[in-house]
């Protein structure tokens, strides 16, 4: 593999499974060098500062397993430094871990570590490594968001005896907050006579905005069958006050129609908290209503 492959692989390639969205650090530092011969620093110190480049963001796993910090300076020059606990485990505060090497060599039991870039438009990348690193520190928020970051490593590249060492410091934006929904049906609805149209609905509450799915099902049992229907609709929830939400149905059951009374009305929201690229969900909700001739 040549380095440009490497460096391919080294930084599009997962440990980070299930990432959470980087976001801007507040305050931070990136520095590293190594001795002539190191082939990645070129036996010479760079350091970059929060601020003061296009690009200083950091992004970890939603099982806080790993985390990427990247760093693009300018036109031609950025840098990705990936590390990872071995597979199950959490990157913990003031632990070293030795042994790390970068994917696809490391095996579940390894720790991962993967430092390299573009510098001034030239690659450079391994296409083995070793290496260790320590998390001074850490602080972790919803879904693997890294609040707070202290860590030091040394790569040793292409089986080079030569050490590239480096540090990053970073505090993050205070987390966004997590996707809190609720879902209420209304008791009382209409059903139009004699077709059998019946109107439900309720409420959707939201603490940030977000495009909200609801499905469903609406039966009712009668003595000479069990009208029922399905539903799914979306409703774009803001927070503030609850969102009302309705629909018309009409039994999809042959030779069923719905009728005034009792109706049992199974529902469930779900909608996408973007931050996290996780899923908020209601689970489903049975609850009776009243149909009332309209």
Same mark, same amino acid.
């Given at each position: 593999?040549?380095v440009?492959a ?12 299930? =990432? ?5 650090? =507040? #305050? ?12 990645? #620093? ?8 929060a ?7 950091? &992004?970890?796993?939603?099982d $806080? ?22 597979? &199950?485990?959490? @990157?913990t ?9 970068q ?8 720790p ?17 490594? #070793?290496?260790s ?19 030091t ?7 080079? =005896?030569?050490?590239l060492? &480096? ?13 809190? @929904?609720?879902?209420?049906? $209304? ?30 099902q ?7 069958g ?11 929830c803001?927070?503030?006050?609850p ?7 009409? #039994?999809?059951?042959?030779? =069923?129609?719905?009728?005034? &009374?009792?109706a049992?009305?199974?529902?469930r929201?779900r909608?996408d $908290?973007? $931050?996290y ?13 009243t149909?009332?001739?309209?």
């Amino acid at each position: 593999m040549g380095v440009v492959a490497a460096v391919t692989v080294a930084l599009t390639a997962a440990p980070l499974a299930g =990432t959470a969205q980087a976001y801007s650090a =507040t #305050s931070g530092t990136l520095s590293f060098s190594g001795d002539p011969g190191e082939p990645i #620093s070129g036996g010479q110190s760079y350091e970059y500062t929060a601020g003061a480049v296009q690009m200083f963001d950091v &992004g970890g796993s939603r099982d $806080d397993n790993s985390l990427t910090v990247a760093i693009d300076s300018d036109q031609g020059t950025l840098w990705r430094l990936i590390v990872a606990a071995p597979d &199950g485990q959490k @990157l913990t505060e003031g632990t070293t871990y030795t042994g790390a090497k970068q994917w696809p060599y490391a095996q579940p039991e390894d720790p991962e570590l993967v430092f390299g870039g573009i510098d001034n438009g030239t690659e450079r990348g391994c296409n083995t490594n #070793s290496g260790s690193f320590t998390i001074e520190h850490i602080a972790f928020g919803p879904y693997g968001y890294v609040r707070a970051l202290d860590a030091t490593f040394e790569q040793y590249c292409n089986g080079s =005896t030569v050490p590239l060492r &480096g540090a990053v410091h970073a505090v993050m934006p205070e987390p966004p907050v997590e996707l809190a @929904l609720r879902m209420n049906t $209304d008791p009382a609805g209409t059903v139009s006579v004699p077709d059998g149209q019946i109107t439900v609905g309720g409420t959707v509450t939201c603490n940030k905005p977000a495009s909200v799915s609801l499905v469903g099902q609406v039966f009712q049992i009668q003595k000479k069958g069990t009208p029922g229907a399905s539903y799914e609709t979306t409703v774009s929830c803001t927070p503030g006050a609850p969102v009302p939400w309705s629909v018309e149905l009409t #039994s999809q059951e042959p030779g =069923t129609s719905f009728q005034p &009374g009792t109706a049992t009305m199974r529902s469930r929201a779900r909608a996408d $908290d973007r $931050d996290y690229g996780v899923t908020a969900d209601t689970g489903q909700q049975e609850s009776e209503v009243t149909l009332s001739r309209s």
